[in-house]
C-alpha cells in the first residue's frame, strides 16, 4: 500500500522555496486519500549547533507552518521526529548497515562539513542513515521533496536494498522521490545560481513566509533580472536563470505550467510581469503568514496537536521496529 513521508528541518524561518518544494505540495496532495505523515526533524536540526530555545521555538513555528499552508492534523499524521523514538532507533541500525564511503559522496555532508570535516558533528556525516530511518520506520513509498534532497533519497533506496539483501528479506520498500512541478527548485532572488536558502546571509535572497505583505512585494520588485522582455516559449528561459526562476515560481504559486504562465506573459517586461508576480505571491503568502501568528499565540494547542500525531505515529513504527529487531536478530 502506498504511503507518503515527508520531512522539514525546525532551523530558521521557512522560505518560498519550502513552500513550493514541499509545503505547498503535501497540502495538494493529500486529499488523494493516501496516508501521509509529515514530520519536523528536530533530531536533524542538532546535527548543527542549535540554541535550545530556537530550537523549541522553531519547532512549533514550523508545525504551524505546515497547518497555515494546508496541510491538515486531521488529514494527515503530523508529527515531531524525536517523540517518535522508532526514528532513531531504527537509525542506529541503519548506521550499521550504511557505508562510511557511501555518507562520505554526499554533496550535502561536502558543503556542510566544508574543508574542517574534523570538526564535524558524527551525526552530521550520520545525517542520511537518520532520514532513511525517517521514511522505512513507516514503510513509506512515496516521498515528496525539493530537488535538492534526491541524492539522499537515492541512500536510502540503497540502504532498504542492502538491508533486504544482508538479511535475505524483502522487508523495506524501494521509495520512489516524487519530484514534481514547476517549483522543485527554487533560487535566490538575488543570484540564478544560487538556491533559495535559509543560510544564505542575504534576507533579500528569499521570501521568508513569515514575511508581510510590504516585504513580500518589495523582494519581488527588488529581485535581480535581465533587461530583456520574457519569451513565449519555455527555450527562450535558456540561459536566463533570473527570468527562468521568476516564471518557475509564478507557475509554482499560481498552479500552472511554465508554458501556461509563458502564454499569458511571454513579451512582457519585467516592469509589468513583477507586479503581477508580487500580487500573486503576496495573495499567497501574506495569508500564511497572518495565520502562523494566529496559531504560534497558542503553543498548547501545537503541543497537543503533535503529542496526538507522535501517537498515531507510533502505531505504525513500533511494530515495524519491532519487526526490524527480529530480523537483526535483537532477544526481546
Ligand atoms: P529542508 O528542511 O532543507 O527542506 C525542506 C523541504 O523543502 C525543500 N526545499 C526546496 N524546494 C525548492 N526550492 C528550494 N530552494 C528549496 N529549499 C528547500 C527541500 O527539498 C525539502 O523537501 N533532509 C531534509 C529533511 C528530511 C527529510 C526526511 C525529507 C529529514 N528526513 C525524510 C524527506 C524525507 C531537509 O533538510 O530538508
Not at 101 to 128: C, H, I, V
Not at 253 to 282: C, I, R, S
Request: net charge negative; charged share 25%; proline share 5%.
Amino acid at each position: 500500500t502506498p504511503r507518503v513521508f515527508s520531512g522539514i528541518q525546525p532551523s530558521g524561518d521557512l522560505h518560498l522555496g519550502n513552500y513550493l518544494g514541499a509545503l505547498k505540495r503535501f497540502a495538494d496532495a493529500q486529499d488523494k486519500g493516501v496516508q501521509s505523515i509529515y514530520c519536523m526533524v528536530d533530531l536533524h536540526a542538532i546535527t548543527v549547533p542549535q540554541n535550545p530555545a530556537d530550537l523549541k521555538r522553531s519547532t512549533r513555528e514550523l508545525a504551524a507552518g505546515f497547518i497555515a499552508s494546508g496541510v491538515s492534523p486531521e488529514k494527515s499524521i503530523l508529527i515531531n521526529q524525536s517523540q517518535v523514538p522508532e526514528h532513531a532507533q531504527l537509525a542506529w541500525i541503519f548506521n550499521c548497515v550504511a557505508r562510511m564511503g557511501w555518507m562520505g559522496r554526499m554533496t550535502q555532508w561536502k558543503d556542510k562539513a566544508g574543508k574542517n570535516a574534523e570538526a564535524a558533528s558524527l551525526g552530521l556525516f550520520a545525517y542520511p542513515a537518520l532520514m532513511a530511518a525517517d521514511i522505512l520506520i513507516y514503510h513509506a513509498t512515496h516521498v515528496p521533496v525539493g530537488e535538492d534532497q534526491k541524492q539522499h533519497l537515492e541512500l536510502t533506496r540503497d540502504i532498504a536494498a542492502k538491508f533486504n539483501h544482508d538479511y535475505g528479506v524483502d522487508f523495506f520498500p524501494i521509495t520512489e522521490p516524487v519530484i514534481e512541478g514547476a517549483a522543485t527548485r527554487v533560487m535566490s532572488l538575488r543570484d540564478g545560481a544560487k538556491k533559495m536558502s535559509k543560510s544564505d546571509p542575504s534576507d533579500a535572497s528569499r521570501i521568508n513566509l513569515t514575511d508581510d505583505a510590504d516585504t513580500i512585494a518589495k523582494k519581488i520588485r527588488k529581485a535581480k533580472t535581465d533587461p530583456d522582455a520574457l519569451p513565449s516559449e519555455v527555450e527562450g528561459l535558456k540561459d536566463r536563470p533570473e527570468a527562468r526562476n521568476l516564471v518557475n515560481i509564478y507557475a509554482g504559486l499560481n498552479d500552472q505550467t511554465v508554458e501556461q504562465v509563458l502564454a499569458d506573459h511571454g513579451g512582457q517586461q519585467f516592469g509589468t510581469f513583477k507586479p503581477a508576480l508580487a500580487e500573486l505571491a503576496v495573495s499567497k503568502i501574506a495569508p500564511i503568514s497572518t495565520e502562523m501568528a494566529r496559531l504560534m499565540s497558542d503553543v498548547t494547542e501545537i503541543d497537543r496537536l503533535l503529542a496526538h500525531g507522535a501517537e498515531q505515529a507510533r502505531e505504525i513504527s513500533a511494530p515495524i521496529l519491532k519487526k526490524t529487531y527480529e530480523i537483526v536478530g535483537m532477544v526481546g
